[in-house]
């Protein structure tokens, strides 16, 4: 596996872009899920007030 | 129209970085616009410029946002800035931990091991510590107000470090890391032995990098602020 790699660098190059991708992934995912309790909370205000 | 027109740009842009940074072929004499020349010692492996370096751009882009609008807390008080500074230092330690990881990766590969406390590597794990402190001093806080102060403060004194750890320091002293003092074929990270087409693609993806932080924050302090003028409805009633 690491012969292939350094003799293909080309797919380090490849995992590296990887990698950020799934930073920027990680990153939307917790943001969608501080909206999710941001929604839920108007929901809930919304209900407290009727 | 123009509203979501950048949006389109900014994919298109990072689109064509992507494609660009992988397939280019890398050539001893490149003479076609799309030909990356050959680096000795970095070959194939000299396409990270790419992706790594943006990732350790926008930790500095984040950092120096986020200690501007410390400085704009401290002086208007307003909580919306200290929502505004915590995202972007939120999303600088995102970077941060990109960077390092990417680094580590290719290091691997160029140097034999994922880590080996190159200047490099040890200015960004400082840099990681003392912006993680400031998550640990954000959490201990319960007053808004005096959070947003201390942090704001904490901010302004930590961004000190960032030019010294980023472009100070792994500059000055011996290493393996392309653009230490003692490299011979590299020189400053920029302009070492790029052409034409290598410049314009590493600049395209710092210019991509950069738009999709800032549609990053600002998503990012939005929901802050939101849910604080929320919470602030729902108390008064």
């Given amino acids: 596996m690491e012969s292939f790699l350094s003799n293909n660098a080309i797919y380090i ?18 943001l969608d899920k501080r909206i999710k309790n941001v929604e839920k909370e108007l929901k809930e205000g919304v209900k407290n007030e009727k | 129209m123009l ?9 298109l842009l990072l689109a064509f970085v992507s494609i660009a940074g992988i397939a280019f072929p890398i050539v001893e004499n490149p003479h076609a616009w799309y030909e990356f020349p050959l680096i000795p010692g970095l070959e194939e492996n ?21 200690t501007v609008y410390s400085f704009k807390y401290l002086r208007t008080k307003n909580l919306d800035d ?50 993680g402190a400031l998550f640990a001093l954000r959490s201990s806080i319960e007053s808004e107000d005096k959070r947003a102060t201390l942090s704001a403060v904490y901010s302004l004194i930590a961004f000190v470090t960032v030019p010294f750890f980023i472009f100070i320091m792994p500059r000055i002293m011996k290493g393996l890391h392309p653009g230490s003092a003692d490299d011979t074929n590299a020189g400053p990270v920029v302009n070492f032995k790029m ?18 932080y800032f549609w990053m924050w600002r998503l990012s302090y939005k929901t802050i602020i939101y849910r ?5 409805k729902l108390i008064r009633g």
């Fill in chain 1, 13 to 30: 190059v490849m995992i590296i872009v990887l990698i950020v991708w799934a930073g920027i992934f990680f990153y939307l995912f917790s």
């Fill in chain 2, 46 to 66: 000299a396409k990270i410029i790419f992706f790594h370096v943006p990732t350790a751009w926008l930790t500095v882009v984040a950092f120096l946002v986020s």
């Fill in chain 2, 195 to 212: 052409n034409g087409s290598m410049q314009l693609i590493f600049f395209l993806s710092l210019i991509g990098f950069t738009i999709l």
């Fill in chain 2, 82 to 131: 200290d929502a505004k500074a915590y995202s972007s230092t939120q999303l600088g330690m995102v970077f941060c931990i990109l960077a390092t990881v990417t680094g580590a990766v290719w290091a691997k590969f160029a140097w034999g091991s994922f880590w080996s406390w190159d200047p490099r590597q040890t200015s960004i794990f400082a840099l990681l510590l003392i912006y």
């Fill in chain 2, 3 to 11: 509203k979501i027109s950048w949006k389109i740009f900014l994919f």
């Fill in chain 2, 228 to 232: 604080d003028k929320l919470d602030k």
